[in-house]
């Protein structure tokens, strides 16, 4: 099985910044294409940004601009730098591979809350 490992999260005011990281422990592979996936109180959980097995950054529209996905394959890790940071970003952040692929493995995942 897989085990994930987010931190990072934390309060911050509107234009602030956070950097996530996720480690990843297990049944892995450097093949994988890894993400960030987020849920909102109240609302589904989305995915907001990934990263392929060769480093191609992919974005939705909502965090273009502000986010930045990179990994480390050699230590299994993977970081967000979130700048510009939004109310609407408020969430619990979690990571895991891109497309979902079953067993799903989730771990607790870290909370962001932007708020003044």
């Known amino acids: 099985q897989v085990h994930f490992v987010e931190s990072g999260g934390g309060l911050v005011q509107p234009g602030g910044f956070l950097r996530l990281s996720c480690e990843a422990s297990?049944?892995?592979?450097?093949?994988?294409?890894i993400g960030w996936y987020r849920q909102a109180p109240g609302k589904q959980r989305e995915l907001v940004t990934w990263?392929?097995?060769?480093?191609?950054?992919n974005y939705e529209d909502s965090v273009k601009g502000r986010f930045t996905i990179w990994r480390d394959t050699t230590k299994n890790t993977m970081y967000l730098q979130m700048n510009s940071l939004k109310p609407e970003d408020t969430a619990v952040y979690y990571c895991?591979?891109?497309?979902?692929?079953?067993?799903?493995?989730w771990g607790q995942g870290t909370r962001v809350t932007v708020s003044s």
């Open positions: 895991n591979r891109v497309p979902l692929v079953p067993p799903e493995y």
């Open positions: 297990g049944s892995i592979s450097s093949d994988w294409h």
């Open positions: 990263i392929t097995n060769t480093g191609y950054q």
